[in-house]
T-cell receptor
Framework: EAQVTQNPRYLITVTGKKLTVTCSQN?????MSWYRQDPGLGLRQIYY???????DKGDVPEGYKVSRKEKRNFPLILESPSPNQTSLYFC??????????????FGEGSWLTVV | GNSVTQMEGPVTLSEEAFLTINCTYT??????LFWYVQYPGEGLQLLLK?????DKGSNKGFEATYRKETTSFHLEKGSVQVSDSAVYFC????????????FGTGTKLQVIP
């Protein structure tokens, strides 16, 4: 079954404590991306990756890092989380980007609370 | 830049009522258009899509037509069910150098028996 898997699904952490949200896809997709969802703002892109070792900033990259060492994995790293990073995070992937013909698949989301 | 505007919610309908959720977009080039649905406590699921002008996407009784002349992609369903209660997101995808999907703010639909 085609899947984008995120972990953890729910996390409460404290300000400044480094955390990583993992994302894995089993579809051999080249494109992967992270979004955050906030009330009244919809989903906003944090970072994306077009292939291994290729990453680019999205609209709201501040406070986040990513890496793409393997094609299937695209972890999101919060080096020093702050309360304004409390949000619902989604990982997404597609075969070759967001151009015509591509279907973007989303994970189930990770609820992150920073206190 | 590219943007998506969709109607504010929440929208409350009785079962079997007709549904329209308006969506308009601003984009350069020829984006693909999508409707995603988010059921309570779940992630985003692709509901339907259209990749060029005049295309009609359809799934589970929902339909939307890509109207380039009015830059719209309104979601419709002839008879909603309680199980359709969810948040609906209109979105467009970019091609070329900036690979992302731009989402609207979402419209919450509540269907009452």
């Amino acid at each position: 079954e085609a899947q984008v898997t995120q972990n953890p699904r729910y996390l409460i952490t404290v300000t400044g404590k480094k955390l990583t949200v993992t994302c894995s896809q089993n579809m051999n997709h080249e494109y992967m991306s992270w979004y955050r969802q906030d009330p009244g703002l919809g989903l906003r892109q944090i970072y994306y990756s077009m292939n291994v070792e290729v990453t680019d900033k999205g609209d709201v990259p501040e406070g986040y890092k990513v890496s793409r060492k393997e094609k299937r994995n695209f972890p999101l790293i919060l080096e020093s989380p702050s309360p304004n990073q409390t949000s619902l995070y989604f990982c997404a992937s597609s075969l070759s980007g967001t151009g015509p013909g591509n279907t973007i698949y989303f994970g189930e989301g990770s609820w992150l609370t920073v206190v | 830049g590219n943007s998506v505007t969709q109607m504010e919610g929440p929208v409350t309908l009785s079962e079997e009522a007709f549904l329209t959720i308006n969506c308009t977009y601003t984009a350069t080039g020829y984006p693909s258009l999508f409707w995603y649905v988010q059921y309570p406590g779940e992630g985003l699921q692709l509901l339907l899509k259209a990749t060029k002008a005049d295309d009609k996407g359809s799934n589970k009784g929902f339909e939307a037509t890509y109207r380039k002349e009015t830059t719209s992609f309104h979601l419709e369903k002839g008879s909603v069910q309680v199980s359709d209660s969810a948040v609906y997101f209109c979105a467009l995808s970019h091609s070329g150098g900036y690979q992302k999907v731009t989402f609207g703010t979402g419209t919450k639909l509540q269907v009452i028996p």
